[in-house]
Nanobody, 115 residues
Framework: QVQLVESGGGLVQTGGSLKLTCVAS????????MDWYRQAPGKMREKVAT???????HYLDVVKGRFTISKDNAKTTLYLQMNNLKPEDTAIYYC?????????WGQGTHVTVSS
């Protein structure tokens, strides 16, 4: 059974930083493509960053240069370092991975950026 557990969210001022963590279990983490998504109030969920098994990364344009996705295979943990946060980054952040033909989601962690 795949389980993804996020943590690290919180309240931060504009320009601040947060590091989100997603601990994964029940999957071959080292060989998975892992994603971070976010969903702001009243908006659609959007993909923020992707880390492929070979280390290739992709980012949503508006977070490029500010967010960094990484992982520790030994700890089966995915990270999202978020710097220079802006109020528009306020959202629930989810880690996710495709398992079979379904996306497995964590429960999410709230990030609030005050202006």
């Amino acid at each position: 059974q795949v389980q993804l557990v996020e943590s690290g969210g919180g309240l931060v001022q504009t320009g601040g930083s947060l590091k989100l963590t997603c601990v994964a279990s029940g999957l071959n983490f080292e060989y998975r493509t892992m994603d971070w998504y976010r969903q702001a109030p009243g908006k659609m969920r959007e993909k923020v960053a992707t880390l492929m098994a070979d280390g290739e990364t992709h980012y949503l344009d508006v977070v490029k240069g500010r967010f960094t996705i990484s992982k520790d295979n030994a700890k089966t943990t995915l990270y999202l370092q978020m710097n220079n946060l802006k109020p528009e980054d306020t959202a629930i952040y989810y880690c996710a991975t495709l398992w079979g033909n379904m996306v497995q989601w964590g429960q999410g962690t709230h990030v609030t950026v005050s202006s």
